[in-house]
């Protein structure tokens, strides 16, 4: 006897190849028919996950919305997944997976009194380990996806226990196929897939038209109405069911252990369309911090806690997060879109952010003469670290003369500071950008005041000859001057550079989200190197008088030496800021690139010595990574192994490394 289990869907997009509106027109055409077939046929079961679209039915037909409601009650209409959306699950960190959850699970919960027991992950590209931990602490006992796909990862099982970095395992299926079939020929998919398939007394199959909603059509329905017949007399039993009853009855069977994540698949996911992926990290991590501002701020008795505004901006992450805009595999108009909606949510962060920072710094008040600088910590630990602000002298200065500052922590005592380039160009001194170094107590506000005094002219630094060189205690570079590349990275003696640092070109084609070549370095061959300006160039592309060396110091001091480099390659510029800390060892990078280029590729080049094993953050861990020249995701770091030393690599845009011929 066989049982197969028919999962009638629809998988519908909120956002693809068409902008939300056609996607809430897509959900309420789909859902009137699957509402209507649930009423019209004893045996049809529908199942629909994805808490946004049932939202946009409530909203924009709450007829259809209440007789969803009856078919859930009668059983025949399955809430299926429970999450908000289905999200890119490799890219949002553990928090923000949590939030996914947290908001589908209580929509679901308020509006049909039920939680969700499967977790339906269909269309996502490819599943972070770190999921294991965070669906089983959210009451999951199953998981279902549809990829990476068999011609992506061919040696993974149809089921298996997934574990988790803790030790926690979930009942896992990578469904053989996707989640679709084509419209009026379910039932021929069907009766191959029962001739081709064996899994044992029970089978799965994913039905319904998908990728634009459609669902079952009555010609569908009908027909499997006929092939039930006409089976059962073999000893095969086709239910319409769900992936819980499933799951349910394969639970005994013993399956493998996996334990690790479930990739690669469209690797060109992980760094396409990179402004929503740094604007999606830059609102996920002003959410965190401003909540804990407001819950100091509450817990101080200053303001009522802001819990609807900081749950729409969460909504607004949360739509950011879905699995084809967050990995920019959409149109452009999409892409506007997702930026559009991370603006949206930091302008309510930005309002309630300020509202709990004058609350918790009403008690403040400054000397007379000095400027205060009032410096949050959101972490729940002590913060070492560079602060950088700017504010307004209380009058123009017209004398011939410059402001600088001291800067004093609460017990007067000076701390290291300097002066830095200010945003605005006036000629004149009134505006200041102070950069300084500070110890923040943690979860708390701390008062630093700048003291002005004056000087009769501005540092001048020295014209750099052949070299820089930096020191800060074991940490040495050197930075060549003549090609503006990072040429040297000693540690403790050690050598960790085979190489210098380059902006690579390599060739790209049409195919972004790398689907059929997903070792994304086999996408195309290198192309060269970004390489420094002319005087002549560099001239001519800041629209000076003056002649500017390519490479130079701007801002030297005790907290940092800043030193800018300006690049080009083909139609492209690049400007590099190398800021090297004095205060805490430590090199950062600022690459403002001007791209003009097609079917290309840019990556930096970062080749080392004696490399090691790979590691990147994930969600809630931090995982080995493949080092055979593909593309692999890591979230704000990755690790690697130089001979004695690691070497951490932090990033605050992309989610995309590779490791080939000895260069991360």
């Not at 049982?3 to 859902?31: Q, R």
């Not at 089983?136 to 040696?155: F, I, Q």
């Not at 479930?262 to 396409?272: E, H």
């Not at 200065?397 to 200010?422: A, R, Y």
Request: hydrophobic share 35%; glycine share 8%; aromatic share 10%.
């Amino acid at each position: 006897m066989k049982k197969v289990y028919l999962i009638c869907n629809a998988h519908i997009d909120p956002m693809w190849l068409w902008e939300w509106e056609e996607g809430a027109a897509a959900a309420l055409s789909t859902f009137r028919s699957a509402v209507s077939f649930c009423e019209e046929y004893d045996a049809f079961v529908f199942n629909h996950n994805e808490a946004l679209l049932y939202k946009w039915i409530e909203e924009y037909e709450p007829s259809l919305f209440e007789r969803i409601r009856v078919q859930v009650k009668r059983g025949k209409w399955r809430i299926m997944g429970g999450w908000y959306l289905q999200p890119d699950c490799l890219m949002p960190s553990g928090e923000g997976f949590v939030r996914q959850i947290v908001e589908g699970q209580r929509y679901f919960q308020e509006k049909f009194g039920l939680a969700c027991r499967t977790a339906v992950n269909f269309d996502s590209f490819g599943h972070t380990r770190g999921l294991v931990q965070i669906l089983k602490k959210c009451g999951y006992e199953n998981y279902l996806v549809c990829r990476p796909t068999w011609h992506e990862l061919p040696d993974l099982p149809n089921e298996f226990d997934w574990e988790g970095f803790d030790g926690s395992k979930i009942r896992t299926r990578r469904h053989y196929e996707l989640y679709n079939s084509p419209l009026g020929h379910a039932a021929e998919k069907i009766e191959e897939r029962i001739r081709d398939i064996d899994e044992g007394g029970q089978l799965m199959i994913l039905w319904g038209v998908g990728n634009h909603g459609g669902g079952p059509s009555r010609k569908d329905i009908e027909d499997i109405a006929v092939l039930r017949e006409r089976l059962a007399p073999q000893g095969i039993e086709i239910i319409h069911s769900t992936p819980d009853e499933y799951f349910d009855a394969r639970k005994h069977n013993k399956v493998p252990t996996i334990s690790e994540s479930l990739t690669p698949c469209n690797t060109g996911c992980l760094s396409s369309m990179a402004l929503i992926k740094q604007k999606y990290r830059e609102l996920e991590n002003m959410i965190f911090s401003v909540e804990k501002m407001a819950s100091c701020a509450n817990a101080a008795g200053l303001l009522a806690y802001p819990a609807q505004e900081l749950r729409d901006a969460v909504l607004d992450m949360l739509f950011m997060q879905f699995h084809d805009i967050l990995p920019g595999s959409a149109i452009a108009p999409v892409e506007t879109a997702g930026l559009r909606m991370a603006d949206h949510a930091m302008e309510i962060l930005s309002r309630v952010r300020a509202r709990c920072f004058f609350a918790l710094s009403a008690g403040y008040r400054a000397e007379q003469g000095t400027y205060p600088v009032l410096v949050f910590n959101p972490h729940p630990y002590t913060r070492k670290g560079v602060v950088s602000c700017e504010f307004q002298l209380a009058d123009q200065n017209w004398e011939n003369n410059f402001t600088l500052m001291h800067v004093c922590d609460e017990d007067g005592k000076e701390v290291p500071s300097q002066i830095g380039k200010e945003y605005c160009n006036l000629n004149l001194d009134w505006r200041k950008r102070i950069v300084f170094d500070a110890e923040l107590p943690p979860m708390s506000m701390k008062l630093y005041s700048c003291k002005p005094y004056k000087v009769d002219q501005l540092p001048t630094y020295d014209k750099l000859g052949d070299q820089f060189v930096y020191q800060n205690g074991d940490l040495q570079a050197t930075l060549d001057v003549n090609s503006g590349r990072l040429a040297s990275i000693k540690k403790g003696g050690d050598e960790l550079l085979s190489k210098p640092l380059t902006l690579s070109v390599h060739e790209d084609t049409e195919d972004p989200w790398a689907m059929q070549h997903f070792q994304y370095e086999q996408l195309g061959k290198y192309l060269g190197d970004f390489r420094l300006m002319s005087v002549a160039e560099a001239k001519e592309y800041a629209h000076i008088k003056a002649e500017l060396p390519p490479v130079r110091i701007i801002e030297d001091g005790p907290v940092r030496t800043v030193v800018e480099a300006l690049y080009c390659w083909n139609h492209s510029y690049a400007v590099v800021h190398y800021i090297f800390g004095k205060a805490k060892p430590g090199i950062e990078f600022k690459i403002e690139v001007q791209w003009n280029e097609k079917d290309h590729a840019l990556k930096l080049h970062i080749p080392l010595q004696k490399i090691g094993t790979l590691k990147g953050e994930t969600a809630f861990g931090v995982q080995e990574l493949k080092s055979n020249g593909g593309e692999v995701d890591f979230q704000r770091y990755c690790t690697v192994q130089s001979g004695n030393h690691l070497i951490s690599l932090i990033n605050t845009g992309i989610y995309a490394a590779s490791i080939k011929d000895g260069v991360l």
